[in-house]
């Protein structure tokens, strides 16, 4: 009987941690606590092949990263509306079934850390009998305080090595905090679940029925691309955007909790960022160019120029390249209103940083003015940009590093550090890079528009 199948839902947007973490590039597709992004920590974290659910936006960065770990997916699914957990959920257990009605899929979000991987597969081995008998099973995550930011699970009926959910509770009050945690009998909702997906299909048939038959249709009507699973975005959109918790656990009385401690966080402030990284003797956490002079228990972060602090204490200060966040520590829950404001006022730093991530690299843009844009471009290796064209810009290529191919109208030749040429406006044109290393150009766009809409893609390997 084979083992669990990790199922990794990676749609969040991750504002609370702007501006580091942006739409286009949330907190699950970055490298927050180590040497790996999130997700990657999340794929490798069973040693399965997962499934990976993601939105449209996010499928070539997700699809990069886990190359980059050596990871085969058995599928990345591709959500064209994000409709919450409950949907993605159905559409993956949906997949999983046809091959395997007594499958079990681990159905984990991609945003949260875990320090104790050994705890977190101790705990999912003795969820796997559980589930065999019948269960949905929850990890509640033993509580070191009365935190208000976490649901609770009461704890029901003694199980072998869990128990029975008695009931789930949503985000108390400070002093139903105290008492659940004095206790002894809740624990935190992690949104982690181990689930038979004949059941869980069943339950969500009992107790939201639409959710079932609006994901098996949008699977039906799905289509590959590429190597992603593209569901229909017409049948998806219509779909009740409901979470797992509310659609299914809840009302269900076949759902069992297995505790465990784990190190366990949702890293959804940065708050909880400076509680789990590493902190010097003043109480500060220091990433990047940053100078803290009497300061003490700040989160200090800079990803492009110098920061300097003085006479400052409990501040988060984030210092990216177009743009600059500093809080009270006590009130970064509310750094979701800024990015609200941002969008509002129709800011483009609410949504997306300078880097650009294509299905072929990144692009950076360093400098823009009135009629010039100026660009870094990594291409990597085997990769190759669309044949494509502009109408109303011209653009000088100089090569930094590696070798590019490039295809200039009706000729092609090869160029190296140091080397550049020039692309006319209205030219057919293409970059590719056939070394082994990364190749990295600086772009110069001149003319009368610079804007990113401004192409006609003639062939295109990626299918946009």
Excluded at 35 to 60: K, S
Excluded at 278 to 296: C, E, K, M, Q, Y
Aim: proline share 6%; net charge negative.
């Amino acid at each position: 009987m084979s083992g669990p199948i990790p199922v990794i839902l990676s749609g969040g947007a991750g504002t609370r941690l702007w501006p580091l973490s942006r739409e286009l590039m949330p907190k699950q597709l970055l490298k927050l606590t180590g040497e790996r992004t999130l997700l990657q920590e999340t794929a490798l974290r069973l040693g399965a092949p997962p499934v990976v659910v993601c939105n449209f936006e996010h499928r070539f960065i997700v699809a990069e990263q886990l190359r980059e770990e050596g990871i085969e997916p058995r599928a990345v699914v591709i959500e064209p509306v994000g409709r919450n957990t409950a949907p993605a959920a159905a559409v993956a257990a949906l997949m999983l079934a046809e091959s395997d009605p007594d499958a079990l899929m681990l159905l984990m979000p991609s945003d949260h850390l875990i320090a104790d991987t050994g705890a977190f597969r101790r705990a999912v081995d003795i969820a796997v009998p559980l589930a065999r008998q019948g269960c949905m099973v929850t990890f509640g995550i033993t509580p070191t305080g009365p935190n208000t930011g976490y649901g609770y699970i009461k704890r029901g009926a003694a199980l072998d090595g869990g128990f029975m959910v008695e009931r789930f509770v949503e985000k108390p009050d400070l002093a139903t905090a105290e008492s659940y945690v004095a206790s002894g009998k809740y624990t935190w909702n992690s949104g982690i679940f181990l689930l038979p997906v004949g059941l869980f299909l069943a339950e969500l048939d009992r107790f939201a029925p639409g959710i079932k038959t609006g994901s098996a249709e949008a699977l039906a009507k799905g289509q590959r691309d590429l190597f992603f699973f593209r569901l229909d975005e017409t049948t998806f959109a219509a779909i009740e955007g409901r979470s797992i918790d509310y659609a299914v656990m809840e009302p269900s009385d076949k759902v069992a909790v297995v505790p465990v401690d784990m190190g366990w966080s949702d890293i959804g402030s940065w708050s909880a960022l400076w509680q789990e990284s590493p902190r010097n003797a003043d109480g500060n956490v220091i990433l990047g160019d940053v100078l803290a002079v009497d300061s003490t228990d700040c989160y200090l972060r800079s990803q492009d120029h110098l920061v300097a602090t003085v006479g400052v204490s409990n501040l988060v200060v984030i210092a990216t390249d177009d743009a600059v966040l500093v809080a009270d520590k006590s009130r970064d829950q509310e750094v979701k209103a800024v990015v609200e404001a941002l969008k509002r006022e129709g800011r483009p730093e609410a949504t997306q940083g300078t880097r650009g991530w294509r299905p072929w690299g990144w692009y950076k843009t360093i400098e823009q003015g009135e009629r010039f844009k100026v660009k870094q471009i990594h291409v990597d290796p085997g990769a190759k940009l669309s044949l494509q064209k502009h109408w109303h810009r011209s653009e000088h290529w100089v090569v930094v590093k590696g070798t590019a191919l490039v295809t200039c109208g009706d000729t092609s030749f090869v160029l190296r550090e140091n080397e550049s040429t020039f692309i006319p406006a209205g030219t057919n044109h293409r970059l590719e890079n056939p070394g082994k290393v990364p190749l990295r150009l600086i772009e110069v766009q001149s003319g009368e528009y610079v804007g990113e809409d401004d192409i006609v893609r003639v062939e295109d390997d990626y299918g946009r």
